[in-house]
């Protein structure tokens, strides 16, 4: 497949960027000033604001798929919810001018549930320092929750997402949390990345949220 993928600088990004390029599929990674890291491969890079809806759809243009993995630069001055919301309305506008429907997004962890009503970000624990993105996730959520035109998929890490080995192991969820027998709630992002390459290629969640872990 050809994939259009926005984020491709970034930790998550240029992993699912490298996991999918492995795969035998063709990346173009986009980032605000067109420098990446991968440079090998099916690999082609391109510069573009994600939050600019025709320059989602220009991008677009001769891709099977399009997949974001956008962030905020942690200690920047970015606004969470100018990248985040801005990218989630553009992204659905943007397509909206183009025949793609398929759509794979990274998203946050704060909208799972812990128990019934009660999500991570209402945790009297949750850090501070990630409410900002947490909030901004869990409206982007809720955006792609009313299209009904777009075949979108909102991937959700756990609690705790961290460099570490690539074991080909990780479970497959909804909107609950996933932890494991310890109750802990985390996944290696190599892991991740094969999880979010497993639905890019699958496409077994159709506007739904999954999440994944150990």
């Not at 397509?95 to 019934?116: E, F, M």
């Not at 901004?136 to 460099?163: C, G, H």
């Not at 990780?170 to 802990?184: F, S, V």
Request: no cysteine; aromatic share 6%.
């Amino acid at each position: 497949m050809r994939v259009l993928l926005f984020g491709a600088s970034g930790n998550i990004g240029s992993t699912i960027t490298h996991e999918l390029i492995t795969r035998g599929h063709h990346v173009t990674g986009v980032t605000r000033t067109g420098n990446t890291t991968t440079t090998t491969g099916n690999y082609t890079a391109r510069a573009g604001d994600v939050r600019d809806a025709r320059t989602v759809a220009a991008l677009a243009e001769g891709h099977d798929l399009v997949v974001s993995a956008i962030g905020p630069r942690h200690g920047g001055n970015d606004d969470d919810r100018d990248i985040i919301v801005g990218a989630t309305a553009a992204l659905i506008s943007g397509l909206r001018l183009t025949d793609i429907t398929r759509l794979v997004v990274l998203g946050g962890a704060g909208s799972l549930l812990t128990a019934p009503g009660v999500r991570v970000i209402d945790s009297p624990h949750f850090p501070e320092m990630w409410k900002a993105n947490a909030s901004a996730q869990n409206e982007a959520l809720e955006m792609y929750r009313q299209v009904s035109d777009l075949d979108w998929t909102f991937v959700s890490p756990p609690k705790l997402i961290e460099p570490g080995e690539r074991t080909g192991a990780y479970r497959k969820g909804g909107d609950e949390l996933l932890t494991d027998a310890n109750g802990d709630s985390k996944i290696s992002i190599p892991d991740f990345a094969i999880g979010f390459a497993d639905e890019v290629e699958r496409g077994s969640a159709i506007r739904a949220r999954i999440s994944l872990a150990y």
